[in-house]
C-alpha cells in the first residue's frame, strides 16, 4: 500500500491506493482547507509534492491552478488520488488565521440592564432566576457573580463576548475564524457538509471545540468561575444555529426550506461548561436564510421604530436584506456566493495579514494600495477584490460588461494587463493579480445583492431616492467604502451620502437580548410581522439580477 508522508507535520501512514491526498490527511488528521466541498474548483487546498513524489493523478483540465503553480509540483489534496509513496507540504495558514481582521462591536443603542437572570441571597442560600423564577440555587451568597456569553457565530467568524449581568459591562471578548470553514466555505456548502456521514457530528465537534477555547480565554482573562455564567446567547444565521444546536440544517437547502428552529427559546446547554442552571438562548429566526444575527441587527438598528425608509444590508456570502419604511419590515436573503470572502478567486485571501484591502489608480495611471499589517500584497481580500474592480471600471480598463476593455487606457495600466496561462490579467504586483473569471464572481456577488435590494423595493413600491438611509452591516460590510459600493453598482447611485457602516450588529444585538429580557418577546412579535420574500419565488428576479450585474 502507499506511503504518505505529511512533512510540515512529521506524520506518515500508508493509506489504500487510489485516496485522495486529501483523504489521507483526514486520516491523519492533518487539516486541510476545503472552503468548495473539495469539488476542485478554489484552489485553496494547494499543497506541493515532494521530490520523490511522481506517482499521484491530477485532473489538470479541470484545475483551477495555473500551470506555473502545477510546474513548481503544486496539486489540489481534493482532486489527486493517491498510487504510489508520496511527501506532501501542506502550507501552514495558522499565521494567516490568526492575523485574520475580525470586527466584534456593532453599533446600539442605550437600554435598561434588566436581565433574563438574575439571583437573590436569602441568608443561607443563593437564588438563581429565570424570568423571575427559581432555576436554582448555590450555597452562600454569590450575587456578585452573575455572568453571560454571547457569541456572534459567523460563517467564517466567531465573536464571543463575556458580560456581567449585573452591570451590563463587557468583561472579556475573543474571536476566531470559524473551524467549520476548513470543510466547507458558504451557507451551502456548509449544509452539503452536513449532510455527509459524520458531517453535522464534525461540524458541531468544531463549533464546540472553538466555543470552550474561546470561552476558557475570556474566564481566565476576566478571572472568573465558568460555573457562574448562567445563559449563553447564539446569535448566527439559521444554517450556523442548527449545526450549533446539533439539529439537521439539511431542510434548509431544499424546497420547501424549511426552519426546524424557531428562536425565541432556550436550549440545553450540555457541553458548554457553564452552570448546572444555564441555558442557551435563541434570538428568533426570520426565515431558513434570514436568521437571528438578523434580527438582532434589527433590534439594535430599531429597524420596527424608526421613521422613513432604511435598508439594512449585511454583505457577506450570504446577502441578508431588509427594508423598513415605517416600522413595516421586508427581509430577504440573495446569494452573494464566497467572491466577498476572498474565496473562489485567483489570488484572493481572507481579511487577514497581507491581504490588499484597498486600491486605487491616481490621474497618471500609478496605483497604490493599502495591505492589512504592510508590507507587498500577498492576496486579495474581499473589500481589495472590489476597490480594484471599481476602479479598473473607473479608468476603462474593465467596461461596463465586465471585460478587460481594448486599448484605450495609459501605458503604465497596459503594462499591467498581462495574461496567466494564456488568459489576460490585471497584474498589482508580479504574485498578485486579478483574472476576467475574479471580476465575473465579483459581478455574481454584487449583481445578487443589488437584485436583491431592487426586488425588495419593487415590492415595497419604494423608488431609489425615497431611501432615507442604507446601513451596511457585518464584518466585511465594515470594511467596505462607499465609493467602491458605488462605484461596481452593488448600490444604486440614489444611496450617495445615505450609507452608515454599522458593524457587527449580530454581536450588538445579541449582547442587547442578553441584557434585557423584554426584547425577547418584543422581538418575536416583530419577526412574526416581517413579510419574508424568497426571491427565486419574485416575478421578474432573474431579469433583475441579469439587469444588476453590469458595471
Ligand atoms: S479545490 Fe480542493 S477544496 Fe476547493
Known amino acids: 500500500m502507499p506511503r504518505v508522508r505529511f512533512l510540515n507535520e512529521n506524520l506518515s501512514l500508508t493509506v489504500e491506493d487510489g485516496v485522495t491526498i486529501l483523504e489521507a490527511a483526514r486520516t491523519a488528521g492533518v487539516n486541510i482547507e476545503t472552503p468548495c466541498n473539495a469539488i476542485g474548483l478554489c484552489g485553496k487546498c494547494r499543497v506541493k509534492l515532494g521530490s520523490a513524489s511522481s506517482t499521484v493523478d491530477i485532473d489538470s483540465q479541470k484545475s483551477p491552478l495555473s500551470k506555473a503553480e502545477s510546474a513548481r509540483t503544486y496539486v489540489l489534496a481534493c482532486q489527486s488520488a493517491i498510487h504510489g509513496d508520496v511527501d506532501v507540504l501542506v502550507e501552514d495558514r495558522s499565521a494567516e488565521n490568526r492575523s485574520l481582521r475580525i470586527l466584534s462591536e456593532g453599533s446600539s443603542f442605550s437600554y435598561e440592564v434588566k436581565p433574563f437572570i438574575t439571583k437573590r441571597f436569602n441568608g443561607h442560600v443563593t437564588e438563581i ?134 428562536g425565541g427559546e432556550h436550549m440545553n446547554a450540555e457541553g458548554l461548561h457553564i452552570s448546572p442552571f444555564g441555558r442557551i438562548y435563541l434570538p428568533p429566526v426570520i426565515s431558513a436564510f434570514v436568521g437571528a444575527d438578523i434580527t438582532s441587527g434589527t433590534l439594535v438598528s430599531r429597524l420596527d421604530e424608526i421613521e422613513g425608509i432604511t435598508a439594512f444590508i449585511d454583505v457577506g456570502t450570504n446577502g441578508e436584506i431588509v427594508l423598513a419604511r415605517d416600522g413595516v419590515l421586508s427581509a430577504t436573503s440573495t446569494a452573494a456566493g464566497p467572491a466577498f470572502e476572498g474565496m473562489n478567486i485567483a489570488r484572493g485571501m481572507r ?72 488568459k489576460r490579467a490585471f497584474f498589482i504586483t508580479d504574485e498578485v493579480y486579478i483574472t476576467q473569471r475574479d471580476i465575473r464572481q465579483a459581478q455574481l456577488a454584487k449583481g445578487a445583492v443589488r437584485a436583491g435590494v431592487e426586488a425588495l423595493m419593487s415590492r415595497l413600491g419604494v423608488s431609489d431616492d425615497s431611501v432615507d438611509r442604507v446601513l451596511i452591516a457585518g464584518s466585511f460590510g465594515y470594511h467596505l467604502n462607499e465609493r467602491s459600493l458605488l462605484e461596481i453598482g452593488l448600490l444604486p447611485s440614489a444611496f450617495a451620502g445615505k450609507v452608515l457602516f454599522v458593524g457587527n450588529t449580530s454581536q450588538s444585538g445579541g449582547t442587547a437580548f442578553l441584557l434585557n429580557t423584554d426584547f425577547r418577546e418584543r422581538m418575536k412579535d416583530v419577526v412574526g410581522r416581517i413579510d419574508k420574500i424568497e426571491l427565486a419565488n419574485e416575478p421578474g428576479f432573474e431579469k433583475l439580477f441579469v439587469n444588476s450585474l453590469g458595471f
Open 129 to 262: 432566576l429565570g424570568g423571575g423564577i427559581p432555576i436554582g440555587e448555590e450555597d452562600g451568597d454569590t450575587t456578585e457573580e452573575c455572568y453571560g456569553v454571547v457569541v456572534d457565530i459567523g460563517t467564517t467568524t466567531l465573536v464571543a463576548s463575556l458580560i456581567d449581568l449585573k452591570t451590563g459591562e463587557e468583561i472579556a471578548t475573543e474571536s476566531m475564524l470559524n473551524p467549520q470553514s476548513a470543510y466547507a466555505q458558504d451557507v451551502l456548502a456548509r449544509i452539503n457538509f452536513a449532510s455527509c456521514p459524520d458531517g453535522l457530528a464534525t461540524l458541531r465537534r468544531c463549533f464546540i471545540e472553538a466555543y470552550l477555547t474561546m470561552s476558557k480565554a475570556m474566564y481566565e482573562h476576566a478571572v472568573i468561575d465558568p460555573m457562574r455564567v448562567y445563559e449563553v446567547v447564539f446569535s448566527g444565521n439559521t444554517t450556523m444555529l442548527h449545526i450549533a444546536c446539533g439539529l439537521d440544517p439539511s431542510p434548509l437547502g431544499r424546497y420547501p426550506y424549511i426552519s426546524k428552529l424557531g
Open 351 to 422: 481579511a487577514a495579514r497581507g491581504a490588499l484591502e484597498s486600491f486605487a489608480i491616481g490621474a497618471d495611471g500609478e496605483i497604490s494600495c493599502s495591505v492589512i499589517g504592510g508590507g507587498e500584497p500577498i492576496g486579495i481580500c474581499g473589500s481589495g477584490l472590489l476597490d480594484v474592480v471599481g476602479e479598473l471600471v473607473r479608468v476603462g480598463v474593465i467596461g461596463k460588461n465586465g471585460r478587460f476593455a481594448e486599448g484605450h487606457h495609459n501605458e503604465s495600466l497596459k503594462k499591467a494587463l498581462r495574461s496567466v496561462d494564456g
